[in-house]
């Protein structure tokens, strides 16, 4: 059974930080590139940062480079994402998913909430 499994939101005061983590298992997470997206209320869902299988590669939205890293541990199945320098814009629901050609997986999402 492939799961999926964000934690690490929270309410955060800006120019805070967040390390969010996602859990994963059910699939062979060393073959699988892994992203992380965020969806706020009334928007799309967008990418902000990718991360290949291997972790050589990694891409990240003008939105949020330079203030966030995301990494991979292919021993303990797991995919983080450090945020910093928070922003209120940064408000959203974060979502990881597991890509790999046809085969696509998403967990359920942890919100994050920037707000003083």
């Known amino acids: 059974q492939v799961q999926l499994v964000e934690s690490g939101g929270g309410l955060v005061q800006p120019g805070g930080s967040l390390r969010l983590s996602c859990a994963a298992s059910g699939f062979t997470f060393s073959r699988f590139a892994m992203s992380w997206y965020r969806q706020a209320p009334g928007n799309e869902r967008e990418l902000v940062a990718s991360i290949s299988s291997g972790g050589g590669m990694r891409k990240y939205a003008d939105s949020v480079k330079g203030r966030c890293t995301i990494s991979r541990d292919n021993v303990k199945n797991m995919v983080y994402f450090q945020m910093n320098s928070l922003k209120p814009e940064d408000t959203a629901m974060y979502y990881c998913?597991?890509?790999?050609?046809?085969?696509?997986?998403w967990g359920q999402g942890t919100q994050v909430t920037v707000s003083s």
């Open positions: 998913k597991a890509e790999d050609g046809p085969s696509r997986y």
